[in-house]
């Protein structure tokens, strides 16, 4: 098995009153622009393997251009410092990557999320169609009240006195064992990522568990997410999923454990420009599982897309 390559540099972005990190790979002439955002508890670097495919020109056979590829890590979470208003709400991080879209001045982009990333994609495209040209959800946490084992553990972490215990209680675990439930959680073999990936994401367990803000910042945005599930009416994610504009392709892995890939029927009827796809063998995080798979898929939304600008 070949050494992987190293996930991307980054460096911190300003804009109004909010910052946060952001991760670069390096671009062709002419490619165009993406953004990437992660899932509950991931960072920028969740995406280093995908955007790996995608900043490279597509080989023989293949549609699509090259892209920009940019990940943020959102408000406390990865190497960005917690928002200044301590806004961890589904609308508090659109903001954010509306923000940075904004400062970069390259729009419309190429937007791309995973999970509670998708559900932030999903508000940013419905509310701001002048910044997004495609949109790409990969196993969007999109409301379902369908009960599964574990979005009622995000449910319970909500808590406010319950969900401290568990943090605290999760942090008595080694980040080596807590490292191997999450993967048991995300992945459909777990096995199947490098040894070194591993070392990297005990590495930042690690690292998040001397943050004084670590677990708040997972039990907050918890209740965002959780509250954006009950919401009902015009306001409401499924709501603004039907009023995104930008072609838009949605993956579901067929064995996610926190997303239900049932929810890819509704998806198909919702979003009026999309293609839905359920890839085989696959967990929750498919961008890393499944890099190759999730590029070939997305370099046939590019090449369909309409001239930028």
């Known amino acids: 098995m070949a050494d992987p390559i190293p996930v991307w540099p980054g460096q911190l972005a300003s804009f109004g009153t909010g910052e946060v990190f952001v991760r670069s790979a390096p671009a062709l002439p002419g490619a165009e622009p993406a ?7 991931g960072s920028s670097a969740n995406w280093t393997d995908l955007m790996d495919e995608l900043r490279q020109p597509p080989t023989q056979g293949q549609p699509g ?75 969007p946490a999109l409301p ?32 080596a064992a807590r490292s191997e439930l999450l993967l048991k959680d995300v992945y459909f073999d777990p096995h199947s990522m490098h040894p070194k990936r591993r ?22 945005t918890s209740r965002g997410l959780v509250s954006e599930y009950l919401r009902r009416g015009a306001r409401s994610l499924w709501r603004d999923a039907a009023r995104v504009t930008a072609p838009t392709l949605i993956i579901h892995g067929s064995h ?3 997303v239900n890939p049932v929810l ?11 293609r839905v796809v ?13 890099p190759h798979w999730v590029a070939r898929e997305m370099r046939t ?6 001239p930028g600008p």
């Not at 319950?162 to 980040?175: D, E, I, P, V």
């Not at 367990?205 to 004084?212: F, Q, S």
């Not at 359920?278 to 499944?290: K, N």
Request: proline residues 8%; glycine residues 8%.
């Open 35 to 41: 953004l990437f955002v992660h899932g509950l508890g």
């Open 65 to 139: 251009p090259a892209l920009a590829c940019e990940a943020l890590d959102l408000p406390g979470f990865g190497f960005s410092p917690p928002p200044p208003d301590g806004d961890y709400s589904i609308d508090g991080h659109a903001s954010s990557v509306i923000g940075l879209i904004e400062k970069r001045a390259n729009w419309p982009v190429h937007l791309v999320g995973n999970s509670l990333g998708g559900s932030i994609c999903t508000r940013v495209a419905a509310r701001r169609p002048d910044l997004v040209r495609t949109l790409t959800l990969i196993s």
């Open 144 to 175: 379902d009240l369908r009960p599964r084992l574990i979005p009622l553990r995000v449910t319970v972490l909500c808590s406010p006195a319950l969900g401290r215990w568990l943090a605290t209680r999760a942090q008595r675990m080694s980040a």
């Open 199 to 220: 070392a990297e994401e005990i590495a930042e367990l690690t690292r998040r568990d001397g943050l004084e803000y670590g677990s708040e910042v997972l039990i907050k």
């Open 256 to 258: 996610d454990r926190l």
């Open 264 to 274: 890819a029927a509704r998806a198909a009827r919702v979003f009026s420009r999309s």
């Open 278 to 290: 359920v890839l085989p063998r696959t967990g929750h995080v498919a961008m890393m599982e499944r």
């Open 301 to 306: 939304l590019l090449a369909s897309a309409p």
